[in-house]
């Protein structure tokens, strides 16, 4: 049985930071390009960051290049979303997602696994 569980996100005021970590199970993590979703309330769901499985090679959303860093840890069969510089716009649901062999996409439809989501929300 595929789980990916999100770690509790938070509340927290503009400008701070916040990690969210995902964890694996049921799959060879190794073999999953690993990426981060948000949604709000009334919009589709959107690309943030994913990390590939081959390479490691990273990629972001414009609206987080420069704030937000995704990494994996292959032994812990974990994922992270490192954000700073947190803004009022960044308050969503944020998922994680796997996918097996993964080039790197940034359509919701590549991902074949999906973590149950975590609230963030950034106070102005």
């Known amino acids: 049985q595929v789980q990916l569980v999100e770690s509790r996100g938070g509340l927290v005021q503009a400008g701070a930071s916040l990690r969210l970590s995902c964890a694996a199970s049921g799959i060879r993590f190794s073999d999953y390009t690993m990426a981060w979703f948000r949604q709000t309330p009334g919009k589709a769901r959107e690309f943030v960051a994913c990390i590939t499985w081959k390479f490691g090679t990273t990629y972001y959303a414009p609206s987080v290049k420069g704030r937000f860093t995704i990494n994996r840890d292959n032994a812990k069969n974990t994922v992270y979303l490192q954000m700073i510089s947190l803004k009022p716009e960044d308050t969503a649901v944020y998922y994680c997602?796997?996918?097996?062999?993964?080039?790197?996409?940034?359509?919701?439809?590549?991902?074949?696994?999906w973590g149950q989501g975590s609230q963030v929300t950034v106070s102005s």
């Open positions: 997602a796997a996918d097996q062999y993964g080039v790197g996409d940034f359509k919701i439809d590549a991902y074949e696994y």
